[in-house]
């Protein structure tokens, strides 16, 4: 007998990470089995641990007897019989145990999709995708799409689309986002998840990304300045806050565990404010009235400051994870009422935070996904809204958007004429199957008008993702948002991006987040996953804020782009052409490829026509010698190779055939992509190496392919045969992450690491840089003498290919680091360990001596660091603002240039060293 939550997710963890039937290492639903009849053994009351994902769970045995067994887990008390678990029936036991995460809920989603249980997982992605967002409401989408056969947006004929709603801005890129400290951003802005904005009296927006930064913008969403690392980072929980008549003071939380931070300067500096009694959550709010009367939602409760964010004390009474407030303005006095939302209820206090009650009457259920308040001392107007899950109840809509005219003593619907009240799905590409309210904002200026985000129940209007507006406070509403260029031509109000014009369609991203002007409720902005959208005018027309076209930018799948500094996206090689350095190229996660034709200003997205057969990530390029325009590249739908996500399984459930991927090629400078790869797995394809020496127009060429080893061509990339013999440990860990081909014909292999499960131990076998002296017929290990659990890119010196840099992150230990070997491997030696995570280091192609290291997620400070003498001392670049850094790449016109990719924060040009110093030698080394 045994407990059904947990070893419930401890089976479907289990069988999604390592891909299905019980085999190879012991069974967690027998470990789980085991503990809890040895725990029988000893009676009612035993206290016992279980492995709850990677880590100990309590237990406490209540009951135990020959047919059914009763445990107690985090809180909750299950029993289940002993018998065996058929899909459905393990479906339904792990729904006994109380699962309010978004990831449990992914976890039974999986499950369900991958048993055909098509109910379940629909019921399972809604409310994984209404508990989170970003890379989890992602995933419900993907897997959402798997249910059906069709595309997850529709495919009709493309309309035209219509004029900007807005000129573009004249200038170059180069002049549009100014340079921070010798640094500027370029390739293309948005393209990754952002969350939790705000905006200030007068305007100024402040937009957190899950990738590590946060943004501030000057000008109403134009253009966007990232917040040095050293400063703050992005939080994705925790709406900041503007001071009331101030908006160069802020408040905001910081970083994955939020530590809450305040800037005096509009976002420059940033300096530590109290400790919040729990990791922050919701929002934090100011009083206008009071600045120094403060609240803040936490993943507890609510915490209230009287001294300006100081000091921080919990209220009691306000109950669950902090969802939003509003201070009452028609009151005065040090007492003003308080309005606190939580995810368990709404509560008010009439005397200033001391005591609080209650103020739930009238919602038929209390799960408060947002909330607002709107108050107005000359109307004497106060009105609350808030949203709460929408139900379908004996055939009516219930649920959405709801307010309250009297304090919080009484709730009413809110779900007047014209919003969306479906009850069922229109169409596959939905993505709820009810009507679904996400955010509620409103302003003190105008109570009565209230805007409401939704998810849509169907892609055409009026069933579409969209912006609700009412200024009757919630009588009568309207659609604002149209940003599908198919939409009716009166309706289509968004200016371009390079989606919606490149495709002629756009998808339709829920919102992750939204704001309002407190002083102009006419401005908002609205965020979700790889777009953010603004208004200026109350919803007539929306700005698409993550890009800006470029001036003279033909319309259409042709068209080109600035980058106006919002960079939210992993980038792994740039590339200058050899044959025509005007020409540049990004090898992107989540949106491809991108190119330029004039040094790098603007940028192409690629179009249909142009699209390699897996379009969600390029890693690497590789240029024929001889033949201008000739080019290898490797794609594939799963990102994030060899970083955490994927060393983890949190991606992709640690199945590489589940990715699909391969091998192109294009003859026209990256313009168009055709597949090359008969004879490679349709899994991911990670890295390419093309051998200059062998003939033109028949080259060799090498491929490597995650879980599968290296693959060769000698057709010119036609055909591919395995070449793997002696590499990793097949069956164990043959994630081959990159191959490289020296100058003398040595061949490289790096296999990276790979988890037991998400946080697990690393496996011991495989890892490590591998070489070959004849073509890939055999592999000898170089690193076995100096084993690294994860490594993750290597880089070979030009003139000697007994000369090699690996870096290697912390495998759950201090391994980590920057090593080198100057003799083939027979030896290594750490040279620097700056943070657990070093991504690679590499040498400068003509200065003798210089050394590049880069670190790329958890790095402690500057993520990339120049040696200039070989190694022994090192300088950070500090200047650079964003700090997961991952490949460099030179200009051969410019020496005083250096481009870094990064994870999560596009590509940054720059000085070649810190402080822009152009010392050194010239020579090759």
Not at 12 to 35: H, N, Q, R, T
Not at 416 to 440: C, F, M, P, R
Not at 827 to 853: C, D, N, V
Request: with cysteine.
């Amino acid at each position: 007998m045994y407990n059904s939550g947990i070893p419930v997710f401890i089976a479907l963890g289990w069988m999604l990470f390592s891909g299905g039937a019980c085999g190879g290492e012991a069974d967690p639903v027998e470990k789980i089995k085991e503990a809890v009849t040895e725990a029988a053994g000893k009676g009612g009351g035993t206290k016992f641990f279980i492995d709850y994902f990677g880590a100990p769970a309590r237990a406490t045995l209540i009951s135990a007897d020959a047919n059914e067994v009763n445990v107690e887990v985090m809180g909750q008390e299950v029993g289940v019989a002993w018998e065996g678990f058929a899909p459905r029936r393990l479906y339904g036991l792990a729904r006994k145990f109380r699962a309010e995460d978004a990831a449990y809920r992914m976890v039974l989603a999986r499950y369900c999709v991958a048993n055909d249980l098509v109910e379940e997982a629909e019921s399972e992605l809604q409310k994984a995708a209404e508990l989170d967002t970003g890379e989890i409401r992602e995933e419900a989408y993907r897997l959402a799409a798997r249910l059906h056969p069709a595309e997850a947006q529709p495919e009709v004929p493309a309309a035209a689309p219509p004029p900007a709603s807005r000129p573009a801005p004249a200038g170059s890129g180069k002049d549009l986002v100014p340079p921070r400290g010798g640094w500027v951003p370029i390739g293309f802005s948005g393209g990754g998840a952002m969350f939790t904005p705000a905006i200030s009296h007068k305007g100024r927006m402040f937009v957190n990304c899950d990738m590590s930064p946060a943004f501030i913008s000057n000008d109403k969403g134009r253009t966007w300045k990232m917040i040095h690392h050293a400063q703050i980072g992005g939080n994705t929980r925790c709406r900041p806050c503007f001071h009331p008549a101030n908006d160069d003071i802020i408040y905001a939380a910081g970083g994955y565990w939020g530590a809450l931070k305040m800037s005096r300067d509009g976002g420059e500096t940033w300096t530590a404010a109290g400790k919040p009694s729990a990791r922050p959550a919701g929002e934090i709010a100011m009083s206008p009235g009071n600045p120094s009367l403060m609240m803040i939602g936490t993943a507890e409760g609510v915490d209230i400051s009287r001294d300006g964010g100081a000091t921080w004390k919990k209220c009691n009474g306000p109950a669950g994870e902090g969802v939003g407030f509003h201070f009452d303005q028609t009151g005065a006095g040090a007492n003003r009422t308080i309005f606190a939302a939580t995810a368990q209820g709404i509560w008010r206090s009439d005397d200033g935070g001391q005591t609080w009650q209650e103020k739930t009457g009238g919602l038929p259920w209390k799960d408060i996904r947002s909330f607002a308040g709107g108050s107005n001392a000359g109307t004497g107007e106060i009105i609350l809204y808030c949203v709460i899950p929408g139900k379908n109840v004996d055939g009516a809509y219930d649920g959405g958007v709801y307010k309250s005219s009297d304090r919080g003593e009484q709730w009413v619907s809110a779900m007047g004429e014209g919003i969306n009240q479906d009850l069922k799905a229109h169409d596959q590409w939905s993505q709820a199957q009810i009507a679904t309210y996400t955010q509620v904002l409103t302003t003190n200026v105008k109570p009565k008008t209230v805007y409401a985000n939704n998810l849509n129940t169907g892609f055409w209007p009026p069933h579409h993702t969209t912006c609700f507006r009412s200024d009757d406070a919630g009588g009568t509403w309207r659609a604002t948002l149209y940003y599908d260029p198919r939409f009716k031509a009166d309706q289509y109000n968004v200016s371009p991006n390079y989606h919606s014009y490149t495709l002629g369609q756009s998808y339709q991203e829920p919102a992750s987040g939204a704001a309002i002007c407190p002083g102009d409720p006419d401005i908002l902005i609205r965020v979700g996953g790889m777009k953010c959208f603004t208004t200026l005018d109350g919803g007539k027309t929306w700005n698409s804020a993550h890009n800006v076209l470029a001036p003279d930018s033909p319309p259409g799948p042709r068209s080109t782009w600035l980058c106006n500094g919002l960079v939210v996206t992993s980038t792994w090689h740039y590339y200058i052409d050899p044959f025509e350095h005007n020409r540049h190229y990004i090898a992107y996660t989540d949106i491809g490829f991108g190119r330029s034709v004039d040094g790098g200003k603007s940028w192409h997205w690629w179009n249909r026509e142009e699209w390699a057969p897996w379009r969600n990530t390029c890693y690497e390029l590789a240029f024929d010698p001889e033949i201008p325009g000739k080019v290898w590249g490797t794609f594939t739908d799963v990102h994030d190779i060899p970083n955490g996500n994927i060393v983890g399984g949190r991606h992709w459930n640690n199945s590489p055939e589940r990715g699909p991927g391969g091998m192109c090629v294009s003859t026209d400078f990256a313009a168009h992509w055709q597949k090359s790869m008969e004879g490679l797995p349709m899994a991911p394809c990670c890295s390419v190496a093309v051998d200059g020496r062998s003939p033109k127009g028949n080259r060799t060429l090498y491929a490597a392919v995650l879980e599968h080893g290296v693959y060769k061509s000698t057709d010119d990339g036609k055909t591919w045969t395995r070449k793997s013999q002696g590499l990793g440990a097949p069956g164990a860990n043959q994630r081959v992450c990159r191959v490289l081909l020296h100058a003398d014909g040595t061949l490289f292999a790096l296999v990276t690491g790979k988890r037991t499960r998400t946080y697990g131990p690393f496996v011991k076998e495989g890892a490590g840089l591998y070489r070959s002296a004849d073509g890939g017929e055999s592999w000898e290990h170089i690193t076995a003498s100096n084993r690294l659990d994860w490594p993750k890119d290597f880089d070979v010196h030009p003139k000697d290919s007994r000369h090699i840099l690996l870096g290697a992150a912390d495998a759950n230990d201090k391994s980590g680091g920057l090593y080198r070997t100057t003799d083939g491997g027979a030896t290594w030696q750490r040279l620097a360990s700056k943070g657990p995570e070093t991504f690679g280091g590499y040498f400068h192609p003509t200065r003798s001596g210089w050394i590049y290291m880069s670190l790329c997620e958890g790095s402690p400070g500057t993520g990339l660091w120049l040696s200039r003498d070989s190694g022994r001392t090192w300088e950070g670049f500090d200047a650079l603002p964003f700090s997961n850094i991952q490949r460099p790449a030179f200009d051969p016109d410019d020496p005083s240039v250096l481009y870094v990719t990064t994870f999560g924060g596009s590509v940054w040009k720059g000085p070649i060293a810190p402080g822009g110093a152009e010392t050194g030698s010239e020579r090759p080394e």
